[in-house]
């Protein structure tokens, strides 16, 4: 059983940046994708950013494009989400999941790490 960690969240004021780490307990499946959603307090999680097991392909939600960069070092069994120009909006708890090749539906995920919270003051 794969566990996921998530850490590197905490409070900063709007325009700033973090950067997520996730590490897996164990190597990553060769030819998973790794992925970071949101959810934040009162709304359903959403998905944030994915990327191919070789880095090689990402996907990014629309309103973080250009503000979030998502990358992987597979040696340390590590994804990680750097957040940049970070607004009010993006407060969330923010999940690192692992699942099959490809861009997934969210319950195609197998692998779900306990969150790391966000939270961005005005």
């Known amino acids: 059983q794969v566990q996921l960690v998530e850490s590197g969240g905490g409070l900063v004021q709007a325009g700033g940046s973090l950067r997520l780490s996730c590490a897996a307990s164990?190597?990553?499946?060769?030819?998973?994708?790794m992925a970071w959603f949101r959810q934040a307090p009162g709304k359903e999680r959403e998905f944030v950013a994915t990327?191919?097991?070789?880095?090689?392909?990402?996907y990014y939600k629309d309103s973080v494009k250009g503000r979030f960069t998502v990358a992987r070092d597979n040696a340390k069994n590590t994804v990680y989400l750097q957040m940049n120009r970070l607004k009010p909006e993006d407060t969330a708890v923010y999940y690192c999941?692992?699942?099959?090749?490809?861009?997934?539906?969210?319950?195609?995920?197998?692998?779900w790490g306990q969150g790391t919270q966000v939270t961005v003051s005005s």
């Open positions: 999941a692992m699942g099959p090749p490809g861009y997934r539906e969210e319950y195609e995920y197998d692998y």
């Open positions: 164990e190597r990553t499946f060769i030819n998973y994708y």
């Open positions: 990327i191919s097991w070789s880095g090689g392909a990402t």
